[in-house]
């Protein structure tokens, strides 16, 4: 027997409980919502429901915001906060550097969309990267085709390759 009682947070199983505070709930879920960009842009700008929980969760509201403003030092800032209390939450704790690092992947892709050229020290430093981990990184996503581009390792900048 297995029942979810979402309105007191309590989830219980055959002969044992588990509670757990509905905060650890919801950062879970809208760190979660962040990798998958596309769909949680409509829930948490468009949902009157969702801006209101959101609001009393300060840090993951700033997280959102500045993830889908592109202010991705300032979003890896709060999650490096977030990371700080992880080891006392026993839900967060194990999927979080999973989360963090497709989180760090998807936002190193969306950083270059926009541009015909990018300083990889500006964006190591966005980043709070080294310029080889960086170059690594990037070369790994022209690889594997996350991004359309070609590296100058010389003069040390991203250039977008245009499709014909």
């Given at each position: 027997m297995c029942t979810c009682n979402y309105g007191t947070n309590r989830v219980e199983g055959n002969n044992f409980s588990i509670f757990f505070l509905s905060s650890n709930y919801f950062t879970l879920h809208k760190i979660y919502l962040i990798k998958s960009f596309s769909?949680?842009?409509?829930?948490?700008?468009?949902?009157?429901?969702?801006?209101?929980?959101?609001?009393?969760?300060?840090?993951?509201?700033?997280?959102?915001?500045?993830?889908?403003?592109?202010?991705?030092?300032?979003?890896?800032?709060?999650?490096?906060?977030?990371?700080?209390?992880?080891?006392f939450d026993r839900f967060l704790y194990d999927q979080f550097e999973t989360l963090y690092d497709q989180i760090r992947n998807r936002a190193v892709v969306l950083y270059v969309q926009p541009f015909a050229s990018?300083?990889?020290?500006?964006?190591?430093?966005?980043?709070?990267?080294?310029?080889?981990?960086?170059?690594?990184?990037?070369?790994?996503?022209?690889?594997?085709?996350?991004?359309?581009?070609?590296?100058?390792?010389?003069?040390?900048?991203?250039?977008?390759?245009?499709?014909?």
């Open positions: 769909h949680w842009q409509t829930l948490v700008l468009e949902n009157d429901d969702f801006q209101s929980y959101l609001g009393s969760v300060i840090e993951v509201r700033e997280l959102i915001s500045d993830f889908y403003s592109g202010r991705f030092r300032s979003c890896f800032e709060h999650l490096n906060h977030l990371r700080e209390w992880l080891p990018v300083d990889l020290q500006m964006m190591a430093n966005v980043f709070s990267t080294t310029i080889e981990a960086l170059e690594k990184k990037l070369i790994s996503f022209i690889n594997t085709n996350q991004i359309k581009a070609k590296i100058d390792s010389a003069d040390k900048v991203l250039y977008a390759r245009k499709d014909d």
